[in-house]
T-cell receptor
Framework: GENVEQHPSTLSVQEGDSAVIKCTYS??????FPWYKQELGKRPQLIID?????GEKKDQRIAVTLNKTAKHFSLHITETQPEDSAVYFC???????????FGQGTRLTINP | DAGITQSPRYKITETGRQVTLMCHQT?????MFWYRQDLGHGLRLIYY???????DKGEVPDGYVVSRSKTENFPLTLESATRSQTSVYFC???????????FGPGTRLLVL
C-alpha cells in the first residue's frame, strides 16, 4: 500500500524567512496530495492541496509543488509569521480510494 | 467545523475495560474515518466507512471495532483497552467525490 515519508520532523526558522517541508510517496498512481495544519491542542485543518495533474499551486504565502517523476511534493511557506507555528502533515490519496495516508508530521517553530 | 463532534473529549480508563468513542456529523457526509495520533507516527487510519453499514479496515485496526447504523454516527469501540491504545483519536468525514476531510476536535484517551 501507499507509504508517505515526511521530513524534517522538526523545523525552526526566523520570522520572515521561508520554510520548506518535503514528502515522498510510494504509489505512483496516487492522485491527490493535501497539506494539513494542526495548531497546539486543535484539530488538523486543510491549508492547501494539489492534484496529480498540476505541478504547483499557490495561495498567498503558501505553495505546494509536486514532482510526479520523483514522487515527492513540498510545502513552501514564505515570509513566515508566528502564527505559522504548528504541526504540518502531508498526505497522499491512493487511486480509487477516498482514504488518505499521512506523513509523520513536521513541527514548525517560528522564532521572533 | 462545528458540524462534526466527538465525545467524550477526555477519557481515562483502565486496562481491560471496554471504551466507546463517539463521532457525530451533521453534514450528511457519506465517508467517515477514525485516526489515532501518536508522536512520531502522524495520523494513522484505524477504520473508515463509505456509507451506513459499510466499513473497512485501515492501517491499524487491531483491538478496535466500529459500526455505522446511521450516516451521521460512527462510534469506535475498544473492546478491551490496552496501554498501547493511549492516544488522541480523531474522527473525520468527507462527501463522496470530494477531497477535503474535515476533522472533529479529537478525544484524548489515557489507558492506565
Amino acid at each position: 500500500g501507499e507509504n508517505v515519508e515526511q521530513h524534517p520532523s522538526t523545523l525552526s526558522v526566523q520570522e520572515g524567512d521561508s520554510a520548506v517541508i518535503k514528502c515522498t510517496y510510494s504509489d505512483s498512481a496516487s492522485n491527490y496530495f493535501p497539506w494539513y495544519k494542526q495548531e497546539l491542542g486543535k484539530r488538523p485543518q486543510l491549508i492547501i492541496d494539489i492534484r496529480s495533474n498540476v505541478g504547483e499551486k499557490k495561495d498567498q504565502r503558501i505553495a505546494v509543488t509536486l514532482n510526479k517523476t520523483a514522487k515527492h511534493f513540498s510545502l513552501h511557506i514564505t515570509e513566515t509569521q508566528p502564527e505559522d507555528s504548528a504541526v504540518y502533515f502531508c498526505a497522499a490519496r491512493p487511486p480509487g480510494a477516498q482514504k488518505l495516508v499521512f506523513g509523520q508530521g513536521t513541527r514548525l517553530t517560528i522564532n521572533p | 467545523d462545528a458540524g462534526i463532534t466527538q465525545s467524550p473529549r477526555y477519557k481515562i480508563t483502565e486496562t481491560g475495560r471496554q471504551v466507546t468513542l463517539m463521532c457525530h456529523q451533521t453534514w450528511s457526509h457519506s465517508y467517515m474515518f477514525w485516526y489515532r495520533q501518536d508522536l512520531g507516527h502522524g495520523l494513522r487510519l484505524i477504520y473508515y466507512s463509505a456509507a451506513a453499514d459499510i466499513t473497512d479496515k485501515g492501517e491499524v485496526p487491531d483491538g478496535y471495532v466500529v459500526s455505522r447504523s446511521k450516516t451521521e454516527n460512527f462510534p469506535l469501540t475498544l473492546e478491551s483497552a490496552t496501554r498501547s491504545q493511549t492516544s488522541v483519536y480523531f474522527c473525520a468525514s468527507t462527501l463522496a467525490g470530494e477531497e477535503t476531510q474535515y476533522f472533529g476536535p479529537g478525544t484524548r484517551l489515557l489507558v492506565l
